[in-house]
T-cell receptor, first 112, second 114 residues
Framework: QKEVEQDPGPLSVPEGAIVSLNCTYS??????FMWYRQYSRKGPELLMY????GNKEDGRFTAQVDKSSKYISLFIRDSQPSDSATYLC????????????FGQGTRLTINP | DSGVTQTPKHLITATGQRVTLRCSPR?????VYWYQQSLDQGLQFLIQ???????AKGNILERFSAQQFPDLHSELNLSSLELGDSALYFC?????????????FGEGSRLTVL
């Protein structure tokens, strides 16, 4: 079993919809949680960074962490075609960028 | 543009061969990371260097090796290549002392082993 599980999709939704992306994990040592976005033929880029349980909001994006359930989510409100990308969750026991463990990535398409 | 440069962008080679992938980190970043991305395994951490020294090791095969040079560029050497080594290899760099989990990725080197 992988340390981090993420449904690879693909997920296709209409423009303006609320998108929910999720990851589950098994390692209770994970304290730092991230979401990266990867456009086609590009490297991943950091979208959100959270520590421990709770919510964090940045514009149309909200990251949620539930450590008791070992479950993290990313919500995208008012989704736009430009949000079409692969979204990867990542996590680590360490502060910073050391030894990040990534999920498989969910491929998301927003249809105009 | 992340500021991380990787060469070559594409590489096609045969089984049993050896290749070298090159990475130049962002200006000022001392840490370089190598990741392998494949359809079945996702993005997997291989190895990290900090200012020329190996700092952390992940799922890197013994056939693979890396180094970071005094000018901070890094090379990943892949030898005795197998079909299963076909993947996208990413280099990333990070700023030390900034605890945001932010890696700056290059655009990757796509390796195809025939």
């Amino acid at each position: 079993q992988k340390e981090v599980e993420q449904d690879p999709g693909p997920l296709s939704v209409p423009e303006g919809a609320i998108v929910s992306l999720n990851c589950t994990y098994s390692n209770s040592a994970f304290q730092y949680f991230m979401w990266y976005r990867q456009y086609s033929r590009k490297g991943p880029e950091l979208l959100m960074y959270t520590y421990s349980s709770g919510n964090k909001e940045d514009g149309r994006f909200t990251a949620q962490v539930d450590k008791s359930s070992k479950y993290i989510s990313l919500f995208i409100r008012d989704s736009q075609p430009s949000d079409s990308a692969t979204y990867l969750c990542a996590m680590s026991p360490f502060q910073g960028a050391q030894k990040l463990v990534f999920g498989q990535g969910t491929r998301l398409t927003i249809n105009p | 543009d992340s500021g991380v440069t990787q060469t070559p962008k594409h590489l096609i080679t045969a089984t049993g061969q050896r290749v070298t992938l090159r990475c130049s980190p962002r200006s000022g970043d001392l840490s370089v990371y190598w990741y392998q991305q494949s359809l079945d395994q996702g993005l997997q951490f291989l190895i990290q260097y900090y200012n020329g020294e190996e700092r952390a090791k992940g799922n890197i095969l013994e056939r693979f090796s890396a180094q970071q040079f005094p000018d901070l560029h890094s090379e990943l050497n892949l030898s005795s290549l197998e079909l299963g080594d076909s993947a996208l290899y990413f280099c990333a760099s990070s700023v030390e002392g900034v605890h945001t989990g932010e890696l700056f990725f290059g655009e990757g080197s796509r390796l195809t082993v025939l």
